[in-house]
């Protein structure tokens, strides 16, 4: 086969004009080639994607020179992450949506593991990567994604309020003024209203009830016009379907009328987990949401009708009614899952359920964009090197799912990458001597 049609020589034909068209939100031609190189570091194999290791399989020959000019363009150049996302998403979401509207904003967390004190908003705090509370960064991302593809739009680093009001560790590490403390709810808020703004199509927002729990979190969604499939937690206190807070008190004729309403001992909301166990064994049906890896995703849930309770006899009505779907797995003890959902009165079950769990997406790209891409290898510590590095590393994702989009969903998988030869004797900044002897 001719080399200049083979389908390598197409894919890497594909890839230059992708990052031709990222390269003119820039701001400035120098910096076009480093955008090149990075991704295509990115891209190539190799278990680091830190800086000085992808110089070497770019440029073998010129490692140190290209391992400086990366590391300007990450840490210190003055290009936008907004604008280069922005970019990434015009090129990519045309081949999503050829496969299917969008139908999901995806919001979640994901943390990377530190050591030390000083990289941009590291502290103890809870991470999924390893299970529990540990040093670590913690980013918030929206994806956008249908039952084909998912892609992240948004990437914020989470900055803790000890951070935001350490004076000297935030000019340390380059933090903007106009960044202050912002709840993880909040950041996706923030999010959100920037993707409306920018004309993204709207999709049902899914999240853990991290931010399902956070009641002006899913107020706001309502109020932006927004239906959401958010998880809750099993203490999550709602009323029973059919019932609601009990109307204000009678006015005694003195004083203002009260208009709050109110509970009282014999009339007060159950737990999410009490109101699971109270249905009857009637509302559960068995149900098959997907193919996953090892065959079909069935299991069993059930779904009412019923009102947020948290807080509301500080209300003048009672909030209204929302889908309260559970999944209770046949061979456990107790309900696993809870989820509240704004979605149609009228909408089926298993739509309600398919619809919830397409939230699997970020799992997928989180593993892929860790695994493969190294969007957790950054080695710097300052503000902007974090989230250049995660532009990238998003932008290098998207080239993936545009090039799977090109190919029905089960096609293979297309990207053919080739590790270029580290050069003989390298040895990373900081390595041991492997000469020197061992001190006693």
């Not at 990519?92 to 990289?119: C, M, N, Y």
């Not at 739009?153 to 202050?180: F, H, M, S, T």
């Not at 014999?266 to 166990?277: C, I, V």
């Not at 080739?418 to 040895?427: E, N, S, V």
Request: proline fraction near 9%; glycine fraction near 8%; hydrophobic fraction near 40%.
């Amino acid at each position: 086969m001719d080399r200049l049609n083979s389908p390598l020589a197409a894919d890497q034909l594909r890839f230059a004009r992708y990052l031709e068209a990222l390269s003119g939100v820039l701001g400035h031609v120098d910096r076009i080639a480093p955008l090149k190189a990075y991704c295509t570091g990115l891209l190539l194999p190799g278990a680091r994607k830190s800086i000085e290791p992808m110089a070497a399989r770019i440029a073998p020959a010129r490692v140190q020179a290209t391992h400086q000019a990366l590391h300007h363009f990450v840490s210190k150049g003055e290009w936008s992450d907004s604008a280069l996302l922005a970019r990434v998403r015009s090129e990519v979401l045309p081949t999503i949506e050829s496969q299917g509207p969008i139908q999901a904003w995806i919001v979640d967390d994901t943390g990377f593991p530190k050591k030390g004190r000083h990289s941009v908003g590291v502290g103890r705090q809870y991470c999924g990567q390893i299970g529990k509370q540990d040093n670590c960064q913690i980013a918030v991302t929206l994806s956008v994604a249908n039952a084909q593809a998912s892609l992240p739009v948004a990437y914020r680093l989470y900055l803790p309020e000890a951070w935001a009001l350490d004076a000297e560790r935030r000019g340390k590490a380059g933090v903007p003024e106009e960044i202050g403390f912002r709840t993880k709810p909040e950041i996706a808020l923030d999010q959100i209203r920037a993707a409306l703004d920018d004309g993204v199509p709207a999709g049902l927002v899914l999240a853990d009830a991290g931010y399902g729990i956070d009641t002006a979190f899913r107020t706001a969604l309502t109020a932006l016009g927004l239906r959401y499939s958010l998880g809750v937690q099993s203490s999550t206190s709602l009323w029973a379907p059919g019932s609601a807070p009990l109307p204000p008190k009678p006015w005694s004729g003195r004083g203002r009328p009260p208009t709050r309403v109110r509970r009282s001992p014999e009339h007060k909301p159950l737990s999410a987990e009490t109101l699971a166990r109270s249905l009857p064994e009637t509302a559960w049906q068995r149900v098959t949401w997907r193919v996953g890896t090892n065959g079909l995703l069935t299991s069993r849930f059930a779904a009412v009708r019923a009102r947020p309770a948290h807080r509301d006899e500080l209300r003048h009505e009672p909030r209204p009614e929302e889908w309260f779907l559970i999944e209770w797995p046949e061979v456990e003890d107790a309900p696993t899952k809870y989820w509240l959902s704004t979605l149609p009165p009228e909408t089926p079950l298993a739509e309600l359920v398919s619809r919830t769990k397409l939230r699997w997406r970020i799992e997928r790209d989180y593993q892929e964009l860790k695994q493969e891409i190294g969007l957790g290898h950054y080695e710097g510590r300052s503000w902007r090197g974090f989230h250049h590095h995660a532009s990238l590393c998003i932008a290098a994702y998207g080239f993936l799912v545009s090039e799977r989009g090109r190919f029905p969903p089960s096609g293979p998988e297309i990207i053919e990458r080739q590790a270029l030869a580290i050069p003989a004797g390298y040895k990373p900044r900081g390595a041991p001597d492997p000469d020197r002897a061992t001190r006693a």
